[in-house]
């Protein structure tokens, strides 16, 4: 596809719930990040990749957080025991370069992923 | 004191008022990115600067490092534009954005 994709689009789940969110890049971008939105709020960094490997995760709240990019390009955001402050929108961006010491390239942003954990 | 600020956080403006939006940090930044979200959460990448100024239609990004500052403005503004505008800067490879100003063009 043309953009970024992420699926799903929402997700409703229970308390001490399980969920996966999934983000597929545009091709050939290879870096990813995953950001949090909640409503009203600007985004919030959560992990970033660069190719296979999270050069940042400092912004993962928790360790119920968890993220993957085994082949360096779709990525998998998993959350465990969600609690209802996990509900939020999830956006998942990509961009075609990103240098360790200097700035990132223009960032490509999915449709985000809409949360809710009742 | 958030390290992005962003002013004012509504805005409410008729059809062909110029419209200006601001953004204040308080970081080093590499660079810095305007972008618009549209209701349903959908984020375009508007601009990206480091120096000076960039023209795009009828938006131009404004900013100046010395003073932490950058500008955006739409000229001609339409009711399509409105939208929540974000200002995010770019710094240690992660970008940290502002809550965002809402704007609002009434026909």
């Known amino acids: 596809g043309a953009g970024v994709s992420q699926t799903p689009s929402n997700k409703v789940t229970e308390k001490g719930k399980y969920v996966e969110l999934r983000c597929d890049p545009i091709?050939?971008?290879?870096?990813l990040y995953w950001y949090r939105q909640s409503l009203g709020q600007g985004p919030e960094f959560l992990i970033y990749?660069?190719?296979?490997?999270?050069?940042?995760d400092s912004g993962l709240p928790n360790d119920r957080f968890f993220a993957v990019r085994p082949e360096g390009s779709v990525s998998t955001l998993k959350i465990q025991r969600t609690e209802r402050g996990d509900s939020a929108v999830y956006l998942c961006?990509?961009?075609?370069?990103?240098?360790?010491?200097?700035?990132?390239?223009?960032?490509?942003f999915g449709p985000g992923t809409r949360l809710t954990v009742l | 004191k958030n390290e992005v600020e962003q002013s004012p956080q509504n805005l409410t403006a008729q059809e062909g008022e110029f419209i200006t939006i601001n953004c204040s940090y308080s970081?080093?930044?590499?660079?810095l990115h305007w972008l618009q979200q549209h209701p349903g959460g959908g984020i375009v990448s508007l601009f990206m600067l480091s120096s000076g100024k960039k023209k795009h239609g009828r938006l131009i990004a404004t900013i100046n490092i010395q003073e932490k500052h950058s500008s955006l403005h739409i000229t001609a503004s339409h009711p399509r534009d409105s939208a929540v505008y974000i200002c995010a800067v770019d710094g240690n490879e992660k970008l940290t954005f502002g809550t965002g100003t809402r704007l609002t063009i009434i026909p």
């Open positions: 961006a990509s961009s075609q370069i990103s240098n360790f010491r200097g700035s990132t390239d223009t960032q490509y």
């Open positions: 990749f660069q190719g296979t490997g999270a050069a940042d």
């Open positions: 970081v080093g930044i590499s660079a």
């Open positions: 091709s050939g971008h290879t870096a």
